[in-house]
């Protein structure tokens, strides 16, 4: 399924959507701005909760949390000593991690799980526009993958935020 992405769209405090690639709201984002740490409520647009995302305070380097309910789904962490780019993990309880490689900045790279590509999110198929995708395999947990994708976006474009370089 492709997914679609206003490119820095996202600010904790702000509330947005994300679209099928059909153009339409599947998904509602709300950013908690008074709050202690970065937090966002990832929605249907129906309201309902599918999974919450938290600042994890005093950690080295990045670190979110995603809850489904109570349950820790994930934890998305920023690695702090690779030398020719970066990347990230995604802890999933059991041994089902996710690493996502590429070149953030320009919203190029994949999500892989055991070395098989499951999910890619490029800038490319919207050349033109500050507008990204995000297509995810079939079988794979697009609201894991999508809250993932938005976790990745603040860390890496976080100092463009309220600059006015939209």
Request: contains cysteine.
């Amino acid at each position: 399924m492709r997914y679609v992405l206003k490119q820095q769209l996202f600010s904790w405090g702000d509330d947005f959507c994300i679209k099928d690639d059909q153009g339409r709201d599947v998904f509602f984002v709300d950013g908690r701005a008074f709050s202690i740490g970065e937090k966002l409520s990832f929605q249907d647009m129906g309201g309902n909760e599918l999974a919450f995302i938290s600042q994890k305070l005093l950690s080295w380097g990045p670190t979110y949390q995603i809850y489904r309910g109570s349950q820790l789904a994930a934890v998305v962490k920023k690695s702090l000593f690779t030398f020719i780019h970066c990347k990230f993990t995604v802890d999933v309880p059991g041994p089902d991690d996710l690493e996502a490689e590429g070149d953030f900045l320009d919203h190029e790279y994949s999500f892989s799980r055991g070395g098989r590509t499951v999910a890619c999110v490029s800038k490319q198929w919207f050349s033109w526009t500050d507008t990204y995708g995000v297509d995810i395999a079939d079988g794979e947990d697009d609201i894991l993958i999508l809250a993932s994708t938005v976790v990745i976006d603040m860390v890496c474009h976080g100092d463009r935020r309220g600059s006015g370089n939209g």
